[in-house]
């Protein structure tokens, strides 16, 4: 279970169940940019004040599973989140705005639900098994 925290004046627990796709289902986030990808992400997260709990990708989209205080804003952690990861690995992999015909790295949807304390294991295992699928 997500634990409860505390703010000045009130007690929380967030977290969303986030997930957004390549532009065009591209299959991009494969190898070094997986990999790379993931880091951006907890880095921009941590900057942020949020927590990324899990996170797992497929080639063509990513899912993540994130913990944040009641002052963050979805539409901000995801714009930040997929803004900053795209401007990164564009500029650390030149081939992968090649790829996608030098337009955006991700679609600009997304899909995100809460998650409570009786659906938290179940997405993260959802999440852990998004590998492959």
Known sequence: MAE????????????YHVVWCV??????????????LKEILHQIAEEHGFAIVQMESDSDHIHLLID????????????????????????EFPQLKEKLGGGNLWNPSYFVATVSEHTEAQIKQYIQNQKGR
């Open 23 to 36: 532009k065009y289902r591209h299959k991009v986030l494969v190898g070094d940019i997986d990999t790379r």
């Open 68 to 91: 944040c205080t009641p002052q963050h804003s979805i539409p901000n952690m995801i714009k930040a989140l997929k803004g900053v990861s795209a401007r990164l690995l564009f500029k």
């Open 4 to 15: 409860v925290k505390r703010g000045r004046g009130y007690v929380y627990s967030i977290q």
